[in-house]
């Protein structure tokens, strides 16, 4: 298993990824979907080395992105020193790995590297499998909200119930 940056050649299965995700809300958690992302929004993550790619015997696993500062969702306190989470999709052929735990293991070192303080994460809707897979990952539950200004967010935090996560780093 390797954790690396994601390059521009790897845009199309991230976005394959992205749509597999999609089918697969559609069977779990049809009330909240992630809308079609902007190929500006994955080439500019790539270029500033904020996508992820989880390899494993060759193949992209699992893609995730990170921000460093995240004003809309998380209003009041997007200053903190933090990574913030998002958009992780799983390869269906490597589902059932945990790569969630990978992920905030991975999190962990790249925060205190970056000299961060926070691990943060969200979803929308009221999704409790989903809660509890988090927490078991290592996240605490800090609850749910609607967001006030959604006008510069993707579609699914539009009018959604979004759940906030975190992790608190000892530095």
Not at 141 to 155: H, I, Q, R, V, Y
Request: aromatic letters at 12%.
């Amino acid at each position: 298993m390797i954790i690396t940056n994601s390059k521009e050649e790897d845009i199309p299965e991230i976005f394959r990824l992205y749509r597999l995700a999609t089918e697969y809300q559609k069977i779990k958690f049809p009330e909240n979907l992630w809308p079609k992302f902007d190929k500006r929004l994955i080439a500019t993550e790539i270029a500033e080395n904020r996508q992820f790619k989880l390899i494993i015997e060759n193949k992209i696993a699992c893609v995730w992105a990170i921000t460093y500062s995240d004003p809309q969702i998380w209003e009041g306190s997007e200053n903190d020193p933090a990574i913030y989470i998002h958009r992780i999709a799983t390869n269906p052929d490597f589902r059932g790995n945990n790569f969630v735990q990978k992920i905030v293991d991975w999190s962990k070192a790249f925060a205190i590297q970056h000299k961060k303080h926070f691990i943060r994460m969200d979803t929308c809707g009221d999704n409790e499998r989903l809660i509890n897979h988090y927490t078991s990952c290592g996240f605490k539950f800090l609850g749910m909200n609607k967001l006030k200004n959604t006008s510069e967010l993707p579609a699914h935090y539009h009018n959604a119930d979004v759940c906030f996560f975190e992790i608190a780093l000892k530095q």
